[in-house]
């Protein structure tokens, strides 16, 4: 893969070398000092950076820092000059082979979906959007594409992710504590992670269902209709394959995954899900329970802040007698409603959609949220 023309800024290439094995031993106005591996008598090696990039000599520190550590690894320095570059960036390649103009113009539409619907989902986890919402808008603004041309053409769609947010511990007894929230760039790339797994799994399994029921975390129809337009414009099968930035740990339901080559069979389900997830009708419903748990990322009274930002987990009871627990974003005020009834253990109702994602049952498009008793 050749990766775009960067300059290698230090702070990247201090962040990579302490994923890679060194360790910083120092930290000053002037440079980087760092020690790692041994030499033939067991001494720790050592790195100088100067943190001054314009510095005359910067490029031969960048240079022999990157050779040791190619020597070290056994990795090309090719190789490791793009892991420095990506290290806060996620990278989607998609390789097509559509070198005319006509054909790369068509190209641009179906990546703008293909990235828009699946932030998306990040507001309202619908199975068709007739409109970008604002997650989605600040993400087209966010993310970044290169073509480049080496035998077939390649669109390089590069996310730059930002810091882990944690989240206040949530009390979940039959799963594990989310403990910390992936940013938003993440989420709309691990989102088209999964929906390109979901229709590899489709296709193996002659059967479009992993599709249709994974569009909680993978494909909505929208972002199924993209990747058929984008193979529709290509006359040879269409690649992807991702590179996750090493900042920001991978969910470990898309760490295995690497690249899928989109052909005839993957056509065929794509449209079958995507014909389905059109039709498929919101099954609202309205829950009954008593709240468990709270979680505000940030301050629950605030304005300024997104609905997801703030979210209860509701036990509910059927009428069998047995119990779920689901996952339930909600707005300032009923947020506040939904702190009281904890206090003072009393049940609360409120409609929505229930959907069985891979992290746990979450209700979708709250609304109506009332205390009852």
């Given at each position: ?316 009871t059927d009428r069998n007698g047995s119990g779920r ?49």
């Amino acid at each position: 893969m050749t990766a775009p023309k960067y300059e290698l800024p230090v702070d990247n290439i201090a962040s990579y070398l302490q994923t890679a094995g060194w360790t910083l031993v120092s930290d000053n106005k002037i440079l980087y000092a760092f020690e790692g591996f041994q030499d033939e008598d067991g001494a720790p090696l050592e790195l100088i950076l100067p943190k001054n990039e314009s510095a005359p000599d910067y490029s031969n520190y960048v240079r022999n820092s990157i050779g040791l550590h190619s020597v070290l690894t056994e990795k090309a320095p090719e190789t490791i000059a793009s892991e420095i570059l990506l290290f806060d960036r996620d990278l989607l390649v998609i390789k097509v082979d559509s070198r005319s103009v006509d054909n790369a113009a068509m190209q641009m539409p179906p990546i703008k979906r293909l990235i828009g619907h699946s932030a998306n989902m990040e507001r309202s986890l619908k199975p068709y959007f007739n409109q970008y919402y604002l997650e989605a808008r600040k993400m087209l603004k966010h993310f970044e594409i290169h073509q480049t041309c080496n035998g077939n053409v390649s669109y390089h769609v590069e996310s730059q992710v930002g810091e882990i947010e944690p989240y206040q511990t949530l009390l979940f007894d039959d799963k594990e504590d989310p403990g910390q929230r992936m940013p938003l760039q993440r989420r709309v790339m691990e989102r088209i992670a999964t929906g390109l797994i979901d229709l590899q799994n489709a296709t193996t399994n002659r059967n479009p269902q992993a599709l249709i029921s994974g569009y909680a975390d993978g494909f909505n129809a929208n972002m199924c209709n993209a990747i058929l337009e984008i193979s529709k414009h290509s006359p040879r099968p269409v690649q992807y394959s991702v590179d996750w930035s090493r900042k920001v740990p991978v969910s470990p339901g898309v760490t295995e995954f690497k690249s899928i080559l989109i052909e005839r069979p993957h056509i065929e389900f794509l449209k079958k899900a995507c014909d389905k997830l059109k039709e498929r009708k919101p099954d609202y419903q309205r829950i009954e329970g008593r709240v468990i748990g709270l979680s505000s990322s940030v301050d629950p009274q605030s304005d300024d802040v997104d609905n997801n930002e703030r979210s209860i987990v509701v036990l509910r009871t059927d009428r069998n007698g047995s119990g779920r627990k689901l996952w339930i974003n909600l707005g300032k005020e009923d947020y506040i409603a939904a702190h009281k009834a904890h206090i003072d253990w009393k049940t609360i109702s409120v409609g929505g959609l229930a959907i069985k994602r891979r992290s746990g049952w979450q209700l979708a498009d709250p609304h109506e949220f009332r205390i009852l008793r």
